[in-house]
């Protein structure tokens, strides 16, 4: 058995985590015994061991935030969820490793027929992506929204629910060959990032108002969206790629009347009824075990090479997320 676990953080994200071995450990009451399926790595879970995270658990700490897993073994006065039934796993277990221990109460059963390197997937980023579609502006089929980071996991999902609401998407990315993925998956207009960008965007939409922009960027990316909305527009923030602080122009703040807004799923969370989050994720589990709904990987890692994994996470030049299996 092994964790993937940090004592420290620091600047170099694969410096500080490492595989660990632990051996198996007695199950309490109402515990069972996990064997992960998949989990991924996230832009935040890179962030958290660098310590830039806006939300930091003890030290010593397992890396990973989501993920599946089967379960292996009952504790006592356990009877489900059934032995080998995939689960999702309780958000900051601490996903990284090959077996976990979790109370049974806490898990989620997910179907066993469905694909789990896509249903690990489906804490963060679809919701993320959905509920920037819906929380901020009142779109309507037809409206246009437009993105930068469009190859990130966010931006996948985005462009596919935006989609499948009658969306169109204009989709902002760093180099060209991410240009005929991102239109494979259903985006309307990619365009490489660049000092002109409002101009092709004018042109490619037909000088269509947009009146949504996510930005995952920050930095001047941030200000070159805001020179893409239209009067009274929404830009919403949620990542800070470019490790830079949000930067919009007096004339997009001013005589635009551009409003900047953060997500924080975190935050969503803290506010939601639970009726409201199992409706939210109840329709983003059959979309994604239906397939209808997915996100493209770059490469899986086992948990003993968790720091090749975090290294290759934490680069920019990749189409796809990194994936870490027992």
């Given at each position: ?13 694969h410096?500080v985590?490492e595989?660990?071995?632990f051996?198996q ?15 991924p790595?996230?832009?935040?879970d ?10 930091l658990?003890p030290l ?5 935030n989501e993920?599946?897993?089967?379960v292996?073994?009952h ?11 995939t ?12 077996h976990m ?7 989620t059963?997910?179907?066993n027929?469905?694909?789990p ?27 246009w929204?437009i993105?930068?980071a ?9 462009i596919q629910l935006a989609?499948?609401k ?8 760093r ?10 998956q259903?985006?309307?207009v990619?365009l ?6 409002h101009?092709?965007?004018a042109?490619q939409?037909?000088?269509a108002?947009?009146r949504?922009?996510i ?6 990316g941030t200000?070159r969206?805001g ?6 527009a929404?830009l ?10 949000c930067?919009?122009?007096?004339h997009?703040?001013?005589f635009?009347?551009?409003?900047i ?13 639970k009726?409201?989050q ?9 979309l ?7 996100a ?5 890692y086992a ?12 680069q920019?030049?990749r189409?796809?997320?990194v994936?870490?299996?027992p």
């Amino acid at each position: 058995m092994l964790k993937a676990e940090y004592q420290v953080r620091g600047p170099v994200p694969h410096d500080v985590i490492e595989a660990v071995e632990f051996s198996q450990p007695e199950l309490q009451e109402g515990e069972v015994l996990l064997e992960l399926l998949a989990a991924p790595i996230n832009p935040s879970d890179v962030l958290t061991l660098t310590g830039d995270y806006g939300m930091l658990p003890p030290l010593p700490a397992i890396g990973g935030n989501e993920g599946v897993a089967k379960v292996v073994q009952h504790g006592p006065s356990v009877d489900s969820p059934a032995l080998e039934q995939t689960v999702l796993l309780p958000v900051g277990i601490g996903t990284w490793a090959t077996h976990m221990v979790a109370n049974a109460n806490a898990l989620t059963p997910l179907p066993n027929e469905a694909d789990p390197v896509q249903l690990s997937m489906i804490t963060v980023n679809p919701p993320t992506a959905s509920l920037m579609l819906t929380e901020f502006v009142d779109l309507k089929e037809g409206d246009w929204v437009i993105q930068n980071a469009a190859n990130s996991g966010v931006g996948n999902y985005l462009i596919q629910l935006a989609k499948m609401k009658g969306l169109k998407t204009v989709n902002v990315v760093r180099r060209e060959s991410l240009i005929d993925p991102l239109k494979e998956q259903g985006a309307d207009v990619v365009l490489v990032d660049g000092e002109n960008l409002h101009e092709e965007v004018a042109a490619q939409t037909e000088g269509a108002e947009i009146r949504l922009g996510i930005d995952a960027v920050g930095g001047s990316g941030t200000a070159r969206l805001g020179n893409c909305l239209a009067n009274e527009a929404t830009l919403v923030n949620y990542g800070m790629m470019s490790g830079k602080p949000c930067v919009l122009s007096p004339h997009v703040i001013i005589f635009k009347d551009v409003t900047i807004r953060g997500f924080w799923l975190a935050k969503w969370f803290r506010s939601a009824s639970k009726e409201q989050q199992m409706s939210l994720y109840g329709e983003l589990t059959q979309l994604v075990a239906t397939g209808k709904l997915h996100a493209p990987i770059h490469a899986s890692y086992a948990v003993k090479d968790i720091k090749q994994a975090v290294e290759v996470a934490s680069q920019g030049e990749r189409n796809g997320k990194v994936i870490v299996t027992p």
